[in-house]
């Protein structure tokens, strides 16, 4: 059976609709189908609606017409196959990583000895072996992600849906995340959508990255990196890397939209282009 396959199929939706008023249309007849195990990301200005098309995935909001399938079969309300991890972590302040961990399989009903094996495997996973009885105000931003994504993957979702959760880390912290998070989905595979603003990560992570645009929220372009994988933060060096980011810039800030063929080959070093980042940083 093939697990974790999403299609979104000419979904528009309009928020503020109470009060019989019409409301404004977020997304505008997205399509995308994302297969078992692939990386998306969704890059796109503040506002266009990336959040409303994870929230509509995670089953929180309704299309206003368009349907959104996974495996098939539409999604209907939230569920723990479908994983949400954000920007801050909803762990539980009062309980251990070890028990904050195996809280979705204690929902279920599993034993405690059962789920600590789970939780602790994890645990391991994400490279906190050791912390498993520290609470989360003892840990680190970067670890308290790490922790909140074992805790979503302990109900082996078939889906993980990550709306830039890595945004409050450092630079550095969120390149080791970014590392961590490719190699936990080696090992897991389960499809994942990583909403970001930041060219670097979602070139970085993304099997497919797909460029949205604003008012309405609609997708402007695909592409795809196509770097081999295990993939190394060094690969933001690469001219292929630094190309497709300039054509991320240009859909990003330009109406225009020029083609990929047009765009000029970089000359600049590692270090200007990374000031040029900021200079565009949306
Ligand atoms: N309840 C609402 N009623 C009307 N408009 C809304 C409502 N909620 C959100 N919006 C609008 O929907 C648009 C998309 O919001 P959304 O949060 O999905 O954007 P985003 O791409 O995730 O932005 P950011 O990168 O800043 O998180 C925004 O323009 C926002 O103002
Ligand atoms: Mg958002």
């Known amino acids: 059976m093939s697990a974790g396959r ?15 008023q019409p409301g404004v249309e977020v997304l505008h007849r997205v399509s995308a189908e994302f297969a078992p195990g692939e990386f998306i990301c969704l890059l796109g200005p503040s506002g266009c609606g990336k959040s409303t098309l994870l929230g509509a995935l995670a089953g929180h909001l309704r299309p206003s017409s368009g349907s959104l399938l996974l495996d098939g079969v539409p999604v209907d309300g939230p569920d723990p ?13 009062w309980k251990t990583v070890l028990d904050n961990v195996g809280y979705g399989l204690k929902m279920k009903g599993v034993s405690r000895a059962q789920r600590n094996l789970e939780a602790s495997a994890l645990i391991e996973l994400v490279g906190l072996a050791g912390f498993e009885h520290r609470y989360p105000r003892e840990l680190s931003g970067g670890m308290q992600q790490r ?6 993957l302990i109900n082996h979702p078939r889906v993980l849906l990550m709306d830039e ?71 933001v060096t690469n001219p292929h890397f630094v190309a497709l980011k300039r054509r991320c810039l240009a859909l990003l800030h330009d109406d225009a939209h020029p083609p990929l063929e047009r765009l000029t080959p970089l000359g600049r070093d ?3 282009e990374a000031a040029t980042q900021w200079r565009f940083a949306v």
């Not at 949400?84 to 302040?93: A, I």
């Open 165 to 235: 959760p890595f945004g409050a880390l450092d630079a550095l912290t969120r390149v080791k995340m970014q590392e961590l998070l490719l190699d936990v989905w080696g090992r897991i595979r389960t499809t994942v959508v990583f909403i970001t603003h930041d060219i670097d990560e979602a070139l970085f992570l993304a099997d497919r990255l797909l460029v949205m645009g604003p008012r309405p929220g609609r997708i402007v372009e695909e592409i795809v990196p196509g770097f081999a994988r295990p993939r190394h933060a060094d690969i």
């Open 6 to 20: 999403i299609a979104i199929q000419d979904v528009s939706i309009r928020l503020g609709t109470d009060g019989g």
């Open 270 to 272: 590692p270090v200007s």
């Open 147 to 152: 922790v909140e994504i074992a805790r979503v």
């Open 81 to 93: 196959e479908r994983g949400l991890v954000f920007q801050h972590h909803t762990l539980f302040p």
